[in-house]
């Protein structure tokens, strides 16, 4: 079955997003509604290969599908990749009726998309997102890109979907690591905007939710709705959406210092959440601290060494693109669920909160060991 929310966009019409475990239905419809034999599928490489019946059920609803696999990882949101797959699209003399669907996880969603918005000034993109992150949060808000060497997701568009439909089965082909990735944003949304989602987990092991559909599908719904509330406020980012921001100014730095790679974005932006929840308090918030930090063996599962000085974690952030020309801005909570933007130019005040960090992560450590 699939749970269905409706979304419009101060740049768009009013689309669908849909979570499930039978996608194919609503796939149908929506490809009816473009008057087209033919269609493009940009395909994560990995997802070709280990979801190819799902894949198959969604080409075969054209006469002349299209299928393009894009190497599974990072390194694929590139020009390199973005220009040959433009050349891709042009040699099969696309008219602008030709429909993308991008299926894969956030790499995907985001080359794909892009794609999708500049060849011929765009065609309709539909995603369909297969990693949890994908589903909670890269599909969701109209943001595509690429990376550059002078930064990650510097070049893209805000470009939205026709429609973005979940097809949670597909999450059983996950590996654990990138499972639990997802959690980074879903603890994220409990932060900011729904705290029952923090609670709703603080009884749970994270991992156990792959085999609890129903659980699962009902979190991801409320992070969709959280994600997608925030987006028809603010499509391009110019303030309310910053606050989906909670724990990556940290979280950003941290990768940036670590190297990327070193440690996936969802256990950075935990990591993130523990800083911004220390320095929350420091500005006089009250939040129950635990409610994140109990999941530390869950998302820290592969041991990484978080070994970063207060002051290479701040020259990190300074060269963060969501900084202000002044200071540093962070997301902070009043309490969960009343996000705040504040810039800190008190420097000596983020030393403090990381080297806090830092000893609350070797506590978490032996506690959770
Ligand atoms: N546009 C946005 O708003 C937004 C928001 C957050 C993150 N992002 C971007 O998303 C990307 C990260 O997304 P991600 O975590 O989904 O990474 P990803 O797309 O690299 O997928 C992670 C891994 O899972 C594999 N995979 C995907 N689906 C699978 C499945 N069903 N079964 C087995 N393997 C599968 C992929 O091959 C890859 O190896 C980053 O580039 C980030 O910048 C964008």
């Known amino acids: 079955m699939l749970d269905k929310q409706q979304v419009r966009t101060q ?3 009013e689309y669908i997003i849909a979570v499930g475990d039978e996608p194919l239905s609503e796939i149908q419809k929506i490809s009816s509604l473009y008057n087209s034999t033919k269609a493009f599928f940009f395909v994560d490489s990995n997802v070709l290969e280990l979801q190819s019946e799902l894949v198959e059920s969604i080409t075969a609803l054209y006469d002349e599908p299209i299928v393009y696999s894009i190497p599974a990882g990072e390194s694929s949101k590139s020009t390199q990749q973005w ?3 433009v050349t891709f699209c042009l040699s099969h003399n696309p008219d602008r009726n030709v429909p993308v669907y991008a299926i894969g996880g956030g790499v995907t969603g985001d080359l794909g998309g892009f794609v999708a918005s500049t060849v011929m000034r765009g065609l309709p993109l539909i995603h369909i997102p297969t990693t949890l992150l994908a589903i909670v949060d890269s599909s969701i808000g109209g943001k595509t890109g690429i990376n550059h060497p002078a ?3 510097l ?3 805000f470009y939205q979907p026709k429609a973005v439909i979940a097809p949670l089965n597909a999450l059983l082909t996950l590996s654990d690591e990138e499972f639990l990735c997802g959690f980074g944003e879903i603890l994220k949304y409990g932060a900011i905007a729904d705290p029952d989602i923090l609670t709703i987990l603080s009884t749970r092991d994270l991992s156990e939710l792959r085999d609890n559909t129903s659980l699962l599908k009902s979190i991801v719904q409320r992070c969709i709705k959280v ?3 925030i987006v028809i406020r603010d499509t391009k980012e110019s303030n309310l959406r910053m606050i989906l921001n909670y724990g990556h100014t940290f979280a950003h730095a941290i990768e940036k210092q670590l190297g990327y790679g070193k440690i996936s974005h969802g256990q950075a932006v935990y990591i993130g959440m523990i800083a911004a929840g220390i320095l ?3 500005l006089g918030a009250t939040i129950k601290e635990e409610l994140i930090e109990q999941h530390f063996n869950s998302m ?6 978080i070994a970063i000085t207060p ?3 701040v020259s990190a952030m300074q060269t963060d693109k969501k900084r202000s020309a002044t200071g540093l801005r962070f997301v902070v909570l009043k309490q969960y669920g009343r996000p705040y933007v504040e810039q800190v130019d008190d420097i000596e005040l983020i030393y403090k909160v990381w080297a806090a960090t830092l000893t609350k992560i070797k506590e978490l450590k032996l506690q959770y060991a």
């Open 11 to 13: 740049q768009s019409d």
């Open 83 to 85: 220009m040959e797959m």
């Open 151 to 153: 930064g990650k997701n």
């Open 155 to 157: 070049v893209g568009t």
């Open 227 to 229: 994600k997608t509330d």
């Open 280 to 282: 929350s308090r420091e």
């Open 300 to 305: 820290m599962i592969s041991g990484i060494d």
């Open 311 to 313: 002051e290479q974690l």
